[in-house]
């Protein structure tokens, strides 16, 4: 199994940045693609960012494209997502997730996940 634990959280003013980060730990061999999700309150989970583990494949829901950044490091077996610019439509619980099974492209549907952390809030005030 694959244990993504996002962490980088917090509140931040409209038109600030964060950043957020994903340790994975486990059978980390095995992981495709991790990606990013967003729930707000009273609204279903969505596609955020995702990026092929062993290779620089990355994708981007339109909402964040520009704004957000999906990267590795290698070395630490960690992805982060960099937050700029960030909207007060931003404001979600985030979740990384890691997907085993080898696709063309990486998916943007929530079930192509295999494992989830437990979230790290991001909240934007104005």
């Known amino acids: 199994q694959v244990q993504p634990v996002e962490s980088g959280g917090g509140l931040v003013q409209a038109g600030g940045s964060l950043r957020l980060s994903c340790a994975a730990s486990?059978?980390?061999?095995?992981?495709?693609?991790v990606g990013w999700f967003r729930q707000a309150p009273g609204k279903e989970r969505e596609f955020v960012a995702t990026k092929t583990w062993s290779s620089n494949i990355v994708y981007y829901a339109d909402s964040v494209k520009g704004r957000f950044t999906i990267s590795r490091d290698y070395a630490k077996s960690t992805v982060y997502l960099q937050m700029n610019s960030l909207k007060l439509e931003d404001t979600a619980l985030y979740y990384c997730a890691a997907d085993e099974e080898p696709t063309v492209v990486p998916g943007r549907a929530p079930e192509k996940y295999d494992y989830w952390g437990q979230g790290t809030q991001v909240t934007v005030s104005s």
């Open positions: 486990g059978r980390t061999g095995r992981i495709y693609a």
